[in-house]
């Protein structure tokens, strides 16, 4: 089904004056959602999704046995469920081992990939704190366990704040955006495409996130696909 839908929006990317469209999200409940990355005016894809019960359990018991886990993994279609477990390398892992396996065959179909670059991350405090946007085609991330990642919507953002120009203001000061409303944030277990600022036609439209202040000592399980030469 996703090749299928992958054939339709790629009939449909190239948009006279594409450039100058606003941007928006595009949020379902089925994996198909995802090919609506190749939409112009579309730069996060978010596949809501509910984790089943032996992953849970697999990424709790990861968090236990390796509570600072850290792995990045060049993988293919064909061996990313045997090197992940390989890695990951305890007992009750191997729904997790799917997940992800399924994941990169999803990835890798959807861009026409041989093979992609993931990190799998336990964290305990924000990777990237302040708002930003990636050099990057598009990135996958889904978070297994905590709290998710934090995204603002295109029209909501003031683009000069970003980086220098925030003038080593926080974002909340910095004019970026308005409202603390503005904010958006991913469920754990979903799945979303962020568009990067290095996509065709994306320039100075790249999905701006941040990664989420952890509260206490919770701790995040983050993965991440992305494109890799």
């Not at 405090?125 to 603002?152: I, N, S």
């Not at 100075?204 to 992305?226: C, I, M």
Request: with cysteine.
């Amino acid at each position: 089904m996703i090749r299928t839908q992958l054939e339709h929006n790629n009939r449909a990317e190239s948009v006279p004056g594409a450039a100058q469209m606003s941007r928006h999200a595009a949020i379902g409940q089925e994996a198909e959602i995802l090919t609506d990355i190749y939409q112009q005016d579309t730069n996060i894809a978010i596949w809501e999704r509910e984790l089943s019960a032996p992953i849970e359990h697999a990424v709790r018991q990861l968090l236990i046995t390796k509570p600072e886990f850290a792995t990045e993994l060049i993988l293919t279609p064909q061996d990313a469920r045997a090197r992940v477990a390989e890695s990951i390398d305890t007992p009750h892992s191997a729904e997790l081992c799917a997940d992800v396996a399924e994941l990169v065959d999803m990835f890798c179909c959807l861009f026409a990939l041989k093979r992609v670059g993931m990190r799998l991350h336990v964290l305990a405090g924000a990777m990237c704190p302040k708002f930003h946007d990636d050099r990057v085609p598009c990135r996958l991330v889904t978070t297994y366990q905590g709290v998710a990642t934090e995204w603002l919507p295109h029209e909501r953002v003031e683009r000069t704040k970003l980086g220098r120009g925030s003038l080593g203001q926080t974002d909340s000061q910095s004019g970026l955006y308005q409202s603390p409303a503005d904010i958006q944030q991913l469920r754990h277990g979903d799945v979303a495409l962020l568009k990067g600022l290095l996509w065709q036609g994306n320039e100075n439209a790249g999905l701006v996130h941040r990664s989420p202040t952890t509260p206490g000592t919770d701790k995040r399980l983050l993965f991440t696909l992305d494109f890799i030469n």
